[in-house]
């Protein structure tokens, strides 16, 4: 096959991540037989760097032109970054927001699961991890609170700020489908969070999700308010499979549940439109104190091009062959500094390129 790609390395240690990626790939390619034509554009601190402006039309255009979407990380530190003295439209984040806008990526799936070989990275109690979990976060990405109308303005003498959190019933549909899509292939039950004992747009939210439920009566739909969904995370874990969350709320849950299965650099995340077309990146941020330094765990970037591969390409075998890498990596004892925890004996720690040759060479 023939994959056309477009890459956005981004800041910080975005580009580190995104070249061991591309390393397992292009052993992907050559094991399996697949050519793969890439694409590198700016998006983020670099690109207002060199060009004024956080997305140009030149990236949207350059991703629209791939099949798919191999991100890093974006941003730099907020508090002393020049980047955060400009407008907040002209800021890094806004490049990210605006392209899923632009090629209308509504859903985030951001799948979480405690390897056991990294039970010691998991900050939760021995007796939680030895049940395990596995789940997949399906976060709106297009709409409430990050996309609706925002201002500032002064009022009888003080500054008042508004930001507003809207949802259409067609917007909550779509990705409600997919949410409903995923867990009919895993363990069919659909955790809906929302916040309806408060908010309107919850309401709506939980109305849609239950006439989408009627179309799957083969899976089981539960509703859960997201003040205690984030208790229930850290609780008990276990008791999630498909969670189905709008934007924010996506935001916040999805970064507790990569802290729960033990590092932020393990989560990877694909961000689907309606086509097979998807944006592919690491959960995780541009982590600015790390970057430049080689020691940035790749693994999330590595596994969000696996389901780049199966979202994407329909290449589950290969998808396969990088997830069983990641694993057999793990079992071998590889660890970047971030996953490094507990009884190091057996352990040997490595760089980022040397998780992703180590990974890269266990492709078969
Ligand atoms: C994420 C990030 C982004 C988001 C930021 C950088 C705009 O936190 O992908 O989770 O909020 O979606
Ligand atoms: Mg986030």
């Given at each position: 096959?023939?994959m056309?790609?477009?890459?956005?390395?981004?800041?910080?240690?975005g580009p580190?991540i995104?070249?061991?990626?591309?390393k397992v790939?292009d052993?992907?390619?050559?094991v399996?037989g697949h050519?793969?034509?890439?694409?590198?554009?700016?998006m983020?601190?670099?690109s207002?760097?060199a060009?004024?402006e956080?997305?140009?039309?030149?990236?949207?255009d350059?991703?629209?032109?791939?099949?798919?979407?191999?991100?890093?990380?974006?941003?730099?530190?907020?508090?002393?970054?020049?980047?955060?003295?400009?407008?907040?439209?002209?800021?890094?984040?806004?490049?990210?927001l605006?392209?899923?806008?632009?090629l209308?990526?509504?859903?985030?799936?951001?799948?979480?699961?405690?390897?056991?070989?990294?039970?010691?990275?998991?900050?939760l109690?021995?007796?939680?991890?030895?049940?395990?979990?596995?789940?997949v976060?399906?976060?709106?990405?297009?709409?409430g609170?990050?996309?609706?109308?925002?201002?500032?303005?002064?009022r009888d003498?003080?500054?008042?700020a508004?930001?507003?959190?809207?949802?259409?019933?067609a917007?909550?549909r779509?990705?409600?489908?997919?949410?409903?899509?995923?867990?009919?292939k895993?363990r069919?039950?659909?955790?809906?969070v929302?916040?309806?004992?408060?908010?309107?747009?919850?309401r709506l939210?939980?109305?849609?999700?239950?006439?989408?439920?009627?179309?799957?009566?083969?899976?089981?739909?539960?509703?859960?308010?997201?003040?205690?969904?984030?208790?229930?995370?850290?609780?008990d874990?276990?008791?999630?499979?498909?969670?189905?969350?709008?934007n924010?709320?996506?935001?916040i849950?999805?970064?507790?549940?990569?802290?729960?299965?033990?590092?932020?650099?393990?989560?990877?995340?694909?961000?689907l439109n309606e086509?097979r077309?998807?944006?592919?990146?690491p959960?995780?941020?541009?982590?600015p104190?790390?970057?430049?330094?080689?020691i940035?765990?790749?693994?999330a970037?590595?596994?969000?091009?696996?389901?780049?591969?199966?979202?994407?390409?329909?290449?589950?075998a290969?998808a396969?062959?990088?997830?069983?890498?990641?694993?057999?990596?793990?079992?071998a004892?590889?660890?970047?500094?971030?996953?490094?925890?507990?009884?190091t004996?057996?352990?040997?720690?490595?760089?980022?390129?040397?998780?992703g040759?180590a990974?890269?060479?266990r492709?078969r």
């Amino acid at each position: 096959m023939k994959m056309k790609i477009v890459c956005i390395p981004g800041d910080g240690i975005g580009p580190e991540i995104v070249a061991e990626a591309n390393k397992v790939l292009d052993r992907v390619a050559q094991v399996y037989g697949h050519e793969i034509e890439r694409k590198s554009v700016l998006m983020g601190g670099c690109s207002i760097d060199a060009y004024g402006e956080p997305l140009t039309q030149e990236t949207i255009d350059a991703c629209k032109a791939a099949d798919a979407v191999l991100m890093g990380s974006i941003g730099g530190d907020t508090t002393t970054s020049p980047w955060y003295k400009l407008p907040p439209e002209k800021r890094p984040e806004a490049g990210l927001l605006g392209i899923r806008k632009a090629l209308g990526l509504f859903a985030n799936l951001r799948p979480a699961c405690l390897y056991p070989e990294l039970a010691a990275a998991c900050p939760l109690r021995p007796d939680i991890v030895a049940k395990g979990f596995d789940m997949v976060m399906v976060r709106e990405l297009t709409g409430g609170l990050y996309f609706g109308p925002r201002s500032t303005e002064e009022r009888d003498g003080q500054l008042v700020a508004t930001d507003t959190l809207v949802y259409s019933e067609a917007e909550i549909r779509r990705v409600a489908i997919r949410a409903f899509d995923v867990a009919r292939k895993r363990r069919k039950l659909v955790t809906s969070v929302d916040k309806a004992n408060v908010l309107d747009s919850s309401r709506l939210w939980r109305k849609v999700v239950e006439e989408v439920a009627k179309d799957y009566s083969d899976v089981t739909l539960k509703h859960q308010l997201v003040d205690s969904c984030a208790m229930e995370l850290v609780r008990d874990p276990g008791q999630f499979d498909v969670v189905l969350t709008e934007n924010m709320f996506g935001d916040i849950l999805s970064d507790e549940a990569s802290m729960v299965a033990g590092s932020l650099g393990m989560l990877s995340s694909a961000s689907l439109n309606e086509t097979r077309f998807g944006l592919y990146e690491p959960s995780g941020g541009s982590a600015p104190d790390i970057a430049g330094k080689g020691i940035a765990n790749p693994i999330a970037t590595i596994l969000s091009a696996a389901m780049m591969l199966r979202y994407s390409f329909d290449l589950d075998a290969e998808a396969d062959a990088i997830e069983r890498a990641v694993k057999e990596t793990l079992a071998a004892g590889i660890r970047t500094g971030d996953i490094m925890h507990g009884d190091t004996d057996g352990l040997t720690r490595v760089g980022t390129a040397g998780m992703g040759d180590a990974i890269a060479e266990r492709i078969r």
